[in-house]
T-cell receptor, first 115, second 114 residues
Framework: GQQLNQSPQSMFIQEGEDVSMNCTSS?????WLWYKQDPGEGPVLLIALYKAGELTSNGRLTAQFGITRKDSFLNISASIPSDVGIYFC???????????????FGGGTRVLVKP | SAVISQKPSRDICQRGTSLTIQCQVD?????MFWYRQQPGQSLTLIAT?????????ESGFVIDKFPISRPNLTFSTLTVSNMSPEDSSIYLCSAAAGGNTEAFFGQGTRLTVV
């Protein structure tokens, strides 16, 4: 089946630093989504990308949909303590398939505060 | 975005018993899904809950173990049957309007089987 490789698996941040993470896939997706999950909560949608090459921002977050449709990255600028959590990329086939909204998730990037 | 409520939020169950998890959406949605998130892991799709018909299961998941109901466009249930400790996970309900729209998630049900 489809696999999403997300890296890094974990990272430590210091307040004010920029953070980057990315996802690659063995097959194409028509939509890429980035979610954040806090402890005890479900994933919350951060950014959705619909077109190859699209670059989208949401506050301090910026994400891009790779031109090959097989990858995406997420940047967080000027990180703050509440950025701590687990970030997941997810690929969605969209309107091409019958159950287009079902998602394939990456393994997650755990963002932690530098001690 | 739709607001998705799951009940219970957590439970501790004895092995061999079954637990039914409810998912309520505050608006009508075309698509509803159930995911499993094992401890420290990512989310894996269990099945698509189809309104008025049998759910569509992903590879590795079967109806006898995870029966799903979806009687209308705002509600679904997932039952975890004949539980074993390996079923200890977070179970998440997701909903989407269909087409190329984003999927949203409930807060999850944290299940521990002892």
């Amino acid at each position: 089946g489809q696999q999403l490789n997300q890296s890094p698996q974990s990272m430590f941040i210091q307040e004010g630093e920029d953070v980057s993470m990315n996802c690659t896939s063995s097959s194409i997706f028509n939509t890429w989504l980035w979610y954040k999950q806090d402890p005890g909560e479900g994933p919350v949608l951060l950014i959705a990308l619909y077109k190859a090459g699209e670059l989208t921002s949401n506050g301090r977050l910026t994400a891009q949909f790779g031109i090959t449709r097989k990858d995406s990255f997420l940047n967080i600028s000027a990180s703050i303590p509440s950025d701590v959590g687990i970030y997941f990329c997810a690929g969605q086939l969209g309107v091409i398939k019958a159950a287009g909204n079902k998602l394939t998730f990456g393994g997650g990037t755990r963002v932690l505060v530098k001690p | 975005s739709a607001v998705i409520s799951q009940k219970p939020s957590r439970d501790i169950c004895q092995r061999g018993t079954s637990l039914t998890i409810q998912c309520q959406v505050d608006s009508q949605v075309t698509m509803m899904f159930w995911y499993r998130q094992q401890p420290g892991q990512s989310l894996t799709l269990i099945a698509t809950a189809n309104q008025g018909s049998e759910a569509t299961y992903e590879s590795g998941f079967v109806i006898d173990k995870f029966p799903i109901s979806r009687p209308n466009l705002t509600f679904s249930t997932l039952t975890v049957s004949n539980m074993s400790p390996e079923d200890s996970s977070i179970y998440l309900c997701s909903a989407a309007a269909g087409g190329n729209t984003e999927a949203f998630f409930g807060q999850g049900t944290r299940l521990t089987v002892v």
